[in-house]
């Protein structure tokens, strides 16, 4: 303990601090860590649902209250209806990979039954996201084998940041098919990371279906928002997508790793992902009789699966609904008091419309300045504001100019810490403006 | 906690209980438990090394550190030579996957580089693995676009389990280049999971380096006896393979979910899997300089990385290289005495030599007994063992016949657990062999 404390916290970055602004905060909870140190110390290896029954059936039950939270169809219960269904996995991209592998084998197989073969239809596959999808999406692409030429990136809409899909999408994918390509798969982003834009769901699947293509949702941080009824619009649609991903280890107080995965058919993954069940790890009981639910190896990529779901249930069981929204409210009025006070500034503009509770904001450009001088003083106030060690700001480009990144929720985070980083920021800039000028620009930090 | 107590204790099959036989042990210790607590409070996101610099440097360090009591060839350390180094996943199957993406992109370069293009190679990969490699391989073969036409299964010896490298593998890869298949990735397994047979990792890498294919070398359990001395030949020849990965969640008292993979040169693996670093992800410091190690996201699928170097570094710095090892050798001596038991009892076979900690053995038939009769005595001894509730036993096929694995290691086990698993073994199997009789025999469990 005594070399943690000397040799690593030092180096670390302080991601639970309340000054942290940076990224998207990863939420925390003292039910979420005592679900982490419960499963840890019972370190089941819930890969099939013998193994550790009860690992597999929180797992199960956490998902579906949460799929409740979020008012999801029932088709997406494991268990309400028949095949939906889902899974506890590390990250977003393992549940794009997932789902991608079984839209690419749905895909070969239809087009095998179409022309007695799908020999050579791989890199024939089209993937469909938007220059504001997250970068992992294109890597979960080339993991699964597709061809990167046919990984589509549409343009977002300059104003909202999101898709057009009667307009763009839909000719897209039209004139994909009518080069020979197969459109395969959409990725719709619910909050993207840049500036939490929303693709529009509904639309989205709408012109999917015509072309038989899988649609998943990224909501890995904003479907946080959607347990509170006020933000739940933006998964108007999600009754006709596939499959849903959203990460309570972003903002519902769960410690990483914790992205949830449903799917409104686990047998589209299972058909793909079915470990071929040697003979120590088949499920039948005494009687030889199949027993249990499905087995989470067969819905993810690797065999071991740690017991995720007990820090979700954890969490869900000792909060409740109304804790957690409150929690979301409270982030959400704090990144408000921030946008206010950055939009009312004549420093300062608010460059998208604040959806949750990311602020993304710049220098204004004002008496004379640049976009481009305005773009370095923003680089500029981001690095002085960094190396004070008391708040941490990230940045990201929209419109090809900088933008500085205000992500509020941090769980420790007060409104005092609000407003004392808005006062570092003002000062700064205040200190570079009418200070040293943008002459005394130093080079440039991200 | 009450709930928890009442409704998720009582479902659990409890994999540290020092009567836990089944599968290969999860252990856990102390050390790992805090490392973990502290991992889930400090709850950093180590994507990249800007994002948090300890996390990466102690993953790195802890990578080192392992790879040194493993006496890994310097090459794939990332603190001694140049371009080697690993990370830390999930499972093993994760290491296939990207050891898998990086060897398949590189085949498609050199083949487009022959041929000017790569365009409809992907089908025509190959990949190799034994009958007696983890069927996990088979799945991550799928998972990064092979064609399963193409993912071979090589037959293993009868006596050793494990491959002829010279005859069978050199063979089969000769007539695929000679059918037009490209020979891409070869998995070895040390340890495999039915019976803990051994590949012979330098006579493989040696056909594999004639056709230019990739050496992966799965260690995922026995790779934690290799720490000792007297185990470490079982490596012997890793100096020429590309990649390695072991569990240290399986035999090393590191709680779920940590594995190891170490790479001869992560550009290899950072070539597919580079993010593509959009502005909120890149690395440089004030200056504009890039910073850092290699980031952990581009060893990996996914992007968000869970702080898993903590409690391995915790595990070695609280132990030790001498307390581990002699962890290690109390689990073999616990599996030898248990070893010898069956070897000297009448009623009982040893079917493979015993490697490491399990144990492989069946009823033998004996006195009119026929080959059939045992393997059905051996089911019932297994579900009448195991419904006891006092022990907890797998098994396993092995040419043809039911074989009941006994793996020692579960953290808790002292002699005294194998000694009473032993006994109700030998109770049980007289039950059923003087009394009921095989007549008595109810259906089977596996």
Redesign the interface.
């Known amino acids: 303990m005594e070399?943690?404390r000397a040799?690593?916290?030092?180096?670390?970055?302080?991601?639970?601090s309340p000054n942290f602004f940076a990224?998207f905060p990863?939420t925390?909870s003292a039910a979420?860590?005592a679900g982490?140190?419960?499963a840890?110390?019972?370190?089941?290896?819930g890969f099939t649902w013998?193994?550790?029954?009860?690992?597999t059936?929180?797992e199960a039950l956490a998902l579906d209250w949460l799929a409740q939270l979020l008012r999801l169809p029932p088709a997406f219960m494991g268990r309400h209806c028949g095949a939906g269904g889902g899974v506890i996995l590390?990250?977003?991209?393992?549940a794009m990979?997932v789902t991608l592998?079984a839209a690419?084998d749905a895909a070969l197989r239809r087009a095998a039954a179409g022309r007695g073969g799908s020999?050579?239809l791989?890199?024939r596959l089209a993937a469909y996201g938007t220059d504001q999808t997250?970068?992992?999406f294109?890597?979960?692409c080339?993991?699964?084998?597709?061809d990167p030429s046919s990984v589509r990136t549409i343009p977002a809409g300059a104003e909202t940041q999101c898709i057009n899909a009667h307009c763009y999408l839909k000719h897209c994918m039209q004139a994909d098919v009518d080069s020979g390509l197969v459109p395969t798969y959409v990725c719709a982003t619910v909050g993207t990371?840049?500036t939490n834009a929303v693709d529009p769901i509904g639309a989205i699947a709408d012109v999917a279906r015509e072309f038989g293509a899988w649609v998943h949702v990224d909501a890995a941080y904003a479907g946080g928002a959607c347990i509170c009824p006020e933000f739940r619009h933006h998964l108007d649609g999600v009754e006709r997508v596939d499959s849903i991903s959203m990460?309570p280890?972003k903002w519902l107080l769960t410690?990483?790793?914790c992205?949830c995965l449903w799917v409104r058919d686990t047998r589209r993954l299972t058909d793909?992902?079915l470990?071929?069940?040697?003979?120590?790890?088949?499920k039948?009981?005494?009687?030889?009789e199949p027993v249990g639910s499905t087995d989470l190896k067969d819905m993810q990529?690797?065999?071991?699966h740690?017991?995720r779901g007990?820090k979700l249930w954890?969490v869900m069981?000792t909060y409740g609904a109304s804790k957690l929204q409150q929690h979301i409210r409270s982030d959400v009025a704090m990144a408000k008091m921030f946008e206010a006070r950055a939009r009312d500034d004549e420093w300062f503009e608010v460059v998208v419309p604040r959806r949750f509770a990311l602020v993304c904001f710049r220098v204004r450009p004002r008496g004379g300045m640049t976009e481009q001088e305005a773009d370095e003083a923003g680089r500029e106030l981001m690095?002085r504001v960094n190396?004070t060690g008391k708040a941490f700001l990230?940045?990201?480009?929209v419109g090809g100019r900088l933008v500085l990144?205000f992500a509020v929720g941090s769980t420790l985070q007060e409104q005092r810490h609000v407003r004392s980083a808005w006062e570092l920021i003002k000062k700064t800039t205040a200190d570079i403006l009418q200070g040293a000028g943008t002459a005394g620009i130093?080079?440039?930090?991200?």
């Open positions: 070399e943690l040799a690593v916290v030092p180096g670390m970055v302080h991601w639970a990224f990863a925390n979420a860590i982490e140190l419960i840890s110390a019972m370190n089941p290896v013998l193994a550790a029954p009860a690992a059936e929180v590390g990250t977003t991209s393992e990979v592998v690419r020999g050579g791989l890199p997250h970068s992992t294109s890597k979960a080339r993991v699964v084998g597709l990371t840049s990460s280890h410690c990483l790793d992205t793909s992902l470990d071929t069940n040697p003979v120590y790890l088949v039948k009981d005494a009687a030889g990529v690797g065999i071991g740690r017991f007990l954890m069981r690095a190396r990230a940045s990201t480009v990144r130093q080079g440039p930090i991200h």
